[in-house]
């Protein structure tokens, strides 16, 4: 295991910032859509993924809170459910893949695939099913899990943006 720190120049983080508002404000307009049929992906979480595993388990962290109040701000009944889920995917990517795995396309499309399907299922778990909402499962196969899966897709695109902004702005020793 290799064990030195990149360190990166700070308009990295900037970039990395104004990618997440502008991909919360993407969503959220209503004269753009990325529905597919009943799968509405959100897109920040690949994109904490994505960025956890470049940038470790702390900015994963930060990235997830961030994200997560971003999200709560405008989701009716979710109690800080998305800024705890968030929280929690992004530590666990950045240390998943600082222990374990390598920054490779494939971990990271397995990683994302597993997060966006972990998260839509507690997000079913937490909202729906818990709230005893009768048709629970319903929800589960034709909403949350078509959603993973196509929020997952996204994980393709932020892996090679983040990478051109890591090699981009790495600082050499």
Known sequence: MINYVEK???????????SCFGMFILQRLDFFTLQIGRAVPILLVPAVIVIACFLREW???????????????????????????????????????????????????????????????????????????ASAVQILLRYHLPSAIYSAFFVIPFFYYVKWLCHKYLIQK
Request: proline share 0%.
């Open 8 to 18: 990166y120049h700070h308009h990295m983080y900037y970039s990395i910032i104004l």
């Open 59 to 133: 900015t994963g962290f930060i990235t997830g809170l961030c994200c997560g109040i971003a999200l709560d701000t405008v989701t009716n009944g979710s109690y800080c459910f998305n800024t705890i889920a968030l929280m929690l995917l992004g530590t666990a990517a950045g240390l998943i893949f600082r222990l374990f795995l390598n920054r490779d396309i494939k971990a990271i499309i397995i990683v994302g695939l597993l997060g966006s399907l972990i998260f839509f299922v507690l997000k079913w778990l937490f909202l729906d099913l818990f709230n005893g909402d």
